[in-house]
């Protein structure tokens, strides 16, 4: 009866999985605070694809780690840096829709994401043109989706135009509408190797604390073209999530943060919670909230578990 007249299913179609690659490595390498996420080589795409798809999932977000970084972040709009090569070699050994990350702090020498001025300050607007490059540079590589995390202003839009323009007028855009500056992205950190060296992110990012500047950023974003809206962390900002559900009529995203995954896992590493539960009611609070979709370090494993195995 239960099954009956239950209100949210999940299903492993609504799951996109984040994949990490970096230049520097001949295998796999682990990263102690995030238990069962490796960061790939280059290289051996087909068999880590198919074990992806196996499990159901047919989504993945991908980030990089490159060989060089410097000031203005250049091997993220390299035509061969390490997110273009991992798409290009996704695209050619998979059926998986590949979405790029596309961001400038994993790529940057002062870990920000985007171009400093000399104050200290990220200095907006080149920093945006930049970003139409690494879109269309991520476009040409075959991506199928291009997700913006930067948060900075009248980034939507300045993609947008930079793909057109480039020819990529059916590629559409997952904006990071709504992300906080958040302490659940450490263990991200560890793995992408970019924390900023100097001063946060508060500049770009948003205040925990605020509901109605996350409508805002949501709503500027629809409006300069965002095909799919996102809030991030996911756990801590379910009523920001119900609220963009309610309002806006865009496929919401929701991405469940490195933290998030990486406390899941400490405390069931030690005994003390049943990971396997605490994992799906953890998917099914953010699906229950109001997302369609949701970034997961869990995707594999909770659609192995929704298949029965
Ligand atoms: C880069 C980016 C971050 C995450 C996704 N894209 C880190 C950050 O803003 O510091 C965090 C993802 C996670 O914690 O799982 N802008
Ligand atoms: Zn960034």
Redesign the pocket.
């Known amino acids: 009866m239960r099954d009956l007249v239950r209100e949210t299913r999940l299903d492993p179609s609504n799951f996109i999985l ?1 994949m990490f690659f970096d230049e520097n490595l001949e295998k796999d390498r682990m990263t102690a605070s995030m238990p069962d996420i490796p960061t790939h080589p280059l290289s051996g795409y087909e068999d880590m694809a198919n074990k992806i798809e196996e499990s159901g999932v047919s989504s993945v977000i991908v ?1 990089g780690v490159p060989k060089e970084k410097d000031a203005c972040g250049s091997q993220a709009y390299a035509q061969n840096g390490v997110v273009q090569k991992a798409v290009r070699g996704l695209k050619e050994n998979s059926g998986l829709l590949v979405i790029a ?1 596309l ?1 400038m ?2 790529y940057t020498d002062h870990g920000h ?1 985007g171009i400093l001025r000399e104050d200290g300050y990220v200095d907006n607007d080149r920093t945006i043109e930049l970003y139409g490059e690494i879109a269309v540079s991520q476009a040409e590589a075959g991506a199928d989706i291009i997700a913006p ?2 948060m900075m202003d009248g980034q939507i839009a300045a993609i947008r135009a930079a793909l057109d323009d480039a020819g990529f007028v059916n590629v559409p855009i997952m904006a ?1 509408s709504a ?1 906080y500056q958040s302490a ?6 560890d793995i ?1 190797c ?2 900023p060296g100097k001063g946060n ?1 508060a500049q770009y ?1 948003m205040d925990p604390a605020n509901r109605r500047e996350a409508l805002r950023e949501i709503e500027s974003d629809i409006q300069e073209g965002a095909d799919i809206i996102m809030v ?2 996911a756990g801590p900002y379910l009523d920001i999530i119900r609220e963009a559900a309610d309002r806006y009529p865009v496929p919401l995203c929701a ?1 469940q ?3 998030e ?1 990486a406390m899941i896992k400490a405390a069931a590493a030690n005994g003390w919670i049943d990971e396997d539960r605490i994992m799906m009611e953890s998917l099914l609070g953010i699906k229950r909230a109001g997302a369609d979709m949701m970034i997961t ?1 869990y995707a594999e494993k909770a659609a192995r578990m929704l298949r029965g195995e």
């Open positions: 984040p980030f990350d961001c702090c994993e994401c995390s930067g990071y992300k659940y992205y450490g263990p991200f950190r992408a970019s924390a992110r990012q991030k962390p991405y943060v490195s933290g995954y370090y």
